[in-house]
C-alpha cells in the first residue's frame, strides 16, 4: 500500500457511440487480482487486515478498482479518497486509476469528514482508509456510494469480493467506456463475419491486423482502416502515438510464430505448467494472471503455434515470455523421449 501516486487523474478514451465487436487473443485491460482468504478481510461493515500480508498491495488495487466498477460499470466515475495517520495509509488510489475512473484525495481526514465531502460535492463513491482502534499493523478500508450510503456485508461488499475471487477472462471496460458492446470470438475470418451477423456487429478486429465493417457486408478492409485512421488523427489534434497512449495501457509481445512437433501435446503441457492461471479455451490456451496473461493457438494455414503475451510492465513481459518459451522447449524435449 505504498504506491507513489498522483493527486487526481481523468480518463478521457475515444468516444465510439457504437456497438463494436472485439476478436482478442489478448487483454485489453487487467481484471482485479483474486485475493485469497477473502472473508478474513471482509467484515460486516467494511474491509481490515494485515498490512503486507492480507491486505497487501495487489489486494487493495483489486479492492479499489472492483469497488469503483461496481458503481460505475458503464462509465468512469468520480471517488474521493481521505485517511488516517496511519504510514499505510496515504496510497490507495492506483486501483481506481487503472480502471479509469478519476480520483481525488482530501489527504489526512477523518472518517466524518470524507462521509461529509463526500456527500456534499456528489462523487460517486469515496473511500476512508482506516482500520480505526485495531493494531497499527493493521489497515482498512470504509467503502461508501452516492450520499454517504456505506457499502457493508449485507449490500455491496459479497458483490466485491464475489467479483474479485472470479474476475472475468478478459476485461472489456475501455471499450464499454468509449461506448461499445465487445464480445469475444474465434479468430479467422469465417467466424468473424459469422459472429458479426449474428451479433449485429458494426466492427471487428484481429490480431493479426485484419478489420471488418458491416457497411462493407462485413468484410475486411485494411485500405478503409487506414482513412479511418487519418481522419481520427486529424480530427484529434494529437499525435497517433499520444492517442494510443490514452487506451493502451499493456505491454504485448505481439504475435510469435514457433513449429513444434505436435501442438496438441504442447498445448497439454502448458495448460498443466500453467494450472494455477485462470485458463480458458475459446481459441487455443488462454491463461489469465493477475499482471499478465498470454494465448498460444495452432495455425489453421500452418504447422505452427502462434504465441501472444502480455503483461502491465514491460520487464515483467520479458520475464515471462522467458520462463514460457523455456517451458515450451522443456515440454518438447519430454515429447521426444516419449515413443509414439
Known amino acids: 500500500m505504498a504506491d507513489e501516486l498522483s493527486e487526481t487523474t481523468a480518463y478521457n478514451p475515444v468516444n465510439l457511440n457504437a456497438r463494436v465487436l472485439v476478436i482478442a487473443r489478448k487483454r485489453i485491460v487487467q481484471p482485479p487480482?483474486?485475493?485469497?482468504?477473502?472473508?478474513?478481510?471482509?467484515?460486516?461493515?467494511?474491509?481490515?487486515?494485515?498490512?503486507?500480508?492480507?491486505?497487501?498491495?495487489?489486494?487493495?488495487?483489486?479492492?479499489?478498482?472492483?469497488?469503483?466498477?461496481?458503481?460505475?460499470?458503464?462509465?468512469?466515475?468520480?471517488?474521493?479518497?481521505?485517511?488516517?495517520?496511519?504510514?499505510?495509509?496515504?496510497?490507495?488510489?492506483?486501483?481506481?486509476?487503472?480502471?479509469?475512473?478519476?480520483?481525488?484525495?482530501?489527504?489526512?481526514?477523518?472518517?466524518?469528514?470524507?462521509?461529509?465531502?463526500?456527500?456534499?460535492?456528489?462523487?460517486?463513491?469515496?473511500?476512508?482508509?482506516?482500520?480505526?482502534?485495531?493494531?497499527?499493523?493493521?489497515?482498512?478500508?470504509?467503502?461508501?456510494?452516492?450520499?454517504?450510503?456505506?457499502?457493508?456485508?449485507?449490500?455491496?461488499l459479497p458483490e466485491i469480493a464475489a467479483a474479485i475471487a472470479n474476475p472475468p477472462g478478459v476485461s472489456k471496460r475501455p471499450i464499454s467506456?468509449?461506448?461499445?458492446?465487445?464480445?469475444?470470438?474465434?479468430?479467422?475470418?469465417?467466424?468473424?463475419?459469422?459472429?458479426?451477423?449474428?451479433?449485429?456487429?458494426?466492427?471487428?478486429?484481429e490480431l493479426s491486423g485484419y478489420y471488418y465493417y458491416s457497411d462493407l457486408h462485413?468484410?475486411?478492409?485494411?485500405?478503409?482502416?487506414?482513412?479511418?485512421?487519418?481522419?481520427?488523427?486529424?480530427?484529434?489534434?494529437?499525435?497517433?502515438?499520444?492517442?494510443?497512449?490514452?487506451?493502451?495501457i499493456y505491454h504485448t509481445s505481439g504475435e510469435i510464430n514457433q513449429q513444434v512437433p505436435d501442438r496438441d501435446r504442447v498445448l497439454d503441457g502448458l495448460k498443466v505448467a500453467y494450472h494455477d492461471g485462470q485458463i480458458d479455451h475459446l481459441d487455443g490456451l488462454s491463461v489469465d494472471y493477475p499482471d499478465w496473461w498470454f494465448n498460444v493457438c495452432s495455425s489453421l494455414t500452418e504447422p505452427l503455434l502462434r504465441i501472444n503475451l502480455g503483461a502491465s510492465r514491460q520487464d515483467r513481459l520479458e520475464k515471462e515470455r522467458k520462463t514460457l518459451f523455456s517451458r515450451i522447449d522443456h515440454i518438447i524435449d519430454e515429447i521426444g523421449k516419449v515413443p509414439d
Open 218 to 248: 462485413f468484410t475486411d478492409n485494411g485500405l478503409r482502416t487506414l482513412i479511418e485512421l487519418i481522419n481520427l488523427v486529424s480530427a484529434g489534434g494529437a499525435p497517433l502515438s499520444e492517442m494510443l497512449a490514452r487506451v493502451q
Open 33 to 156: 487480482s483474486s485475493i485469497t482468504n477473502a472473508e478474513r478481510i471482509f467484515g460486516a461493515y467494511d474491509i481490515r487486515g494485515v498490512v503486507s500480508q492480507s491486505l497487501d498491495s495487489r489486494n487493495v488495487r483489486a479492492i479499489a478498482g472492483t469497488f469503483g466498477n461496481y458503481l460505475c460499470p458503464e462509465e468512469p466515475g468520480r471517488f474521493l479518497i481521505g485517511h488516517d495517520t496511519r504510514l499505510s495509509s496515504p496510497a490507495v488510489s492506483v486501483g481506481l486509476r487503472e480502471e479509469g475512473h478519476q480520483v481525488v484525495k482530501i489527504g489526512l481526514a477523518t472518517t466524518p469528514m470524507v462521509y461529509w465531502y463526500g456527500a456534499d460535492r456528489e462523487f460517486d463513491g469515496s473511500v476512508m482508509v482506516t482500520a480505526r482502534h485495531l493494531q497499527p499493523e493493521y489497515n482498512g478500508l470504509k467503502l461508501c456510494e452516492r450520499d454517504a450510503k456505506p457499502l457493508s456485508g449485507v449490500h455491496g
Open 177 to 205: 467506456q468509449a461506448g461499445g458492446n465487445p464480445i469475444r470470438t474465434c479468430v479467422g475470418h469465417a467466424f468473424i463475419k459469422l459472429a458479426m451477423r449474428k451479433q449485429q456487429a458494426l466492427f471487428a478486429v
